[in-house]
């Protein structure tokens, strides 16, 4: 059955692949996709890693959403419950879990609901017509197999969008690969995130494409150094992600005259990139932080960036709970309170038995 397994995860990382050539041509940040809660960090260990990791190999089960290829055997038994509290209203819970089989493999399961809450409805003639709800989710299956130093991965999914009793469904793919060091505390990853097409849209409206992301990146512990490090690039299928206000003031020089800014190398290569550090202080606490400077830079504020970008994380274990929080700065206006709580429910039949 280890070949059957190996088939299958080939042939997801073949049509996520095909899929994504296809939408990698016209593919655009800002706004031009459907479905973009798809983006969104679901836990409280990948929004204080940045947003995003496609390394971080552990036993959380909500990496799946940062890169399936991190499906592994510590994950067993365990299950992740996670809420975050955007602004005003909005919030998401996530649900993740994994188990092993003996005959079919190790898989994991998840679900992501993000609720919007409910706005108030007028006809054309400004009279009341009560209130609606605006909501998405994802309902997905995880599958992996590990030869030797590599992990290879893939999730499929259904995405889900809803307002006001009206509907809109996609199918999304993700596909990874993670490779371990035998030795060192060293991984490195690679994954594409949100490859699929979106099988009906809203009434009136066109097909649109869904937000592709191609991923790569390491985590590494130095020997006898409390820290684990995280390099993650992001869409790297389009290279130039910067953007530019046509409609922003410029500066004025000596003489009066005004200067627009304009497109710099080294911004947009930092746009590309999140970093992240976990200074480990035993094996039940953990301090986190991460940087996502695409983030800073499109939601900073005509005045003043603040804290955005930024996240500061906690990770503590008691007993046999695992709790994870993190503090993520969205904007210089607000910020996102992550929770997670997770358990190995394995251990718990055990004791039973």
Not at 148 to 170: E, M, N, P
Not at 302 to 308: E, I, K, Q, R, V
Not at 330 to 341: C, H, N, P, R
Request: aromatic share 10%; hydrophobic share 40%.
């Amino acid at each position: 059955m280890k070949h059957l397994s190996a088939r299958r995860i080939i042939g997801f990382c073949v049509v996520g692949a095909s899929l994504a050539v296809r939408s990698v041509a016209a593919q655009q940040l800002g706004g031009r996709t459907v479905f973009p809660f798809l983006d969104l960090p679901p836990s409280a260990h990948l929004a204080a890693l940045g947003g995003m990791s496609v390394s971080d190999r552990n036993d959380d089960p909500t990496m799946l959403y940062g890169n399936p290829a991190l499906l592994n055997a510590d994950m067993d038994g365990r299950l992740a419950l996670s809420y975050v509290a955007y602004l005003a209203d909005i919030k998401q819970s996530t649900a993740a879990y994994v188990f092993n089989t003996e005959k079919a493999g190790r898989f994991g399961v998840g679900i992501t609901y993000l609720n919007y809450g409910s706005f108030e409805s007028y006809d054309p003639a400004g009279n009341s017509l009560g209130t609606f709800g605006v909501n998405e989710y994802t309902v997905g299956v995880s599958d992996s197999y590990t030869k030797g130093k590599f992990t290879f991965g893939a999730t499929t999914k259904l995405a889900v969008s809803s307002i006001a009793g009206s509907r809109s469904l996609a199918g999304v793919a993700d596909a990874g690969i993670v490779y371990k060091h035998p030795t060192a505390d060293f991984t490195a990853g690679l994954a594409v995130k949100n490859a699929g097409y979106q099988f009906s849209p809203y009434p009136g409206t066109e097909r649109g494409r869904l937000p592709l992301d191609v991923q790569i990146g390491a985590t590494v512990k130095p020997e006898h150094m409390p820290l684990r490090f995280s390099l993650t690039a992001h869409h790297l299928q389009q290279w130039d992600i910067q953007y530019l206000d046509p409609n922003a003031r410029g500066t004025l020089d000596a003489s009066g005259n005004e200067k627009k800014a304009t497109k710099s190398f080294g911004d947009n290569l930092a746009r590309h990139l999140t970093v992240s550090a976990a200074l480990i202080l035993g094996k039940g606490f953990q301090l986190r932080a991460g940087y996502n400077h695409l983030q800073r830079r499109e939601l900073r504020l005509d005045n003043t960036s603040g804290s955005a970008g930024l996240a500061f994380g906690v990770m503590l274990k008691i007993s046999t709970f695992q709790i994870d929080y993190t503090h993520a700065t969205l904007q210089a206006a607000g910020s996102s309170e992550y929770f997670t709580i997770s358990r190995n429910f394995n251990s718990l039949f055990k004791k039973k038995e």
